[in-house]
């Protein structure tokens, strides 16, 4: 089995920064596609920023140039580097992964970690 583990959540004032991490660990081949997503009481989880198969890095309009997503290939972690951060970046984080687990016989299947909460403080 594959998991996501996710940290860096937490209490911030608006116009800090935080930085989320997101390592898989498990049955890995290869990773197609990675990023975050966000979700707030009564809303729908939307994207954030993610990596995708085809290699373009997409960002939801509301935090670009804010937000910076990066990727670490050797420990299979994507960071999210979050800075002039807004109190309507309040939001459970989720990172979102669509991971092959063998080539041999091809195997993927998407995976969702457990959510961090980040609250950003007026």
């Known amino acids: 089995q594959v998991q996501l583990v996710e940290s860096g959540g937490g209490l911030v004032q608006a116009g800090g920064s935080l930085r989320l991490s997101c390592a898989a660990s498990g049955s890995i081949f290869s990773i197609n596609a990675m990023g975050w997503y966000r979700q707030t009481p009564g809303k729908q989880r939307e994207l954030v920023a993610a990596?995708?198969?085809?290699?373009?890095?997409n960002y939801a309009d509301s935090v670009k140039g804010r937000f910076t997503l990066s990727r670490a290939n050797a420990k299979n972690t994507v960071y999210l580097q979050m800075n002039s951060l807004k109190p309507e970046d309040t939001a459970v984080y989720y990172c979102?992964?669509?991971?092959?687990?063998?080539?041999?016989?091809?195997?993927?299947?998407?995976?969702w970690g457990q959510g961090t909460l980040v609250t950003v403080s007026s």
């Open positions: 990596f995708t198969s085809g290699g373009m890095t």
């Open positions: 979102n992964a669509d991971i092959i687990m063998h080539a041999t016989p091809w195997e993927s299947r998407e995976v």
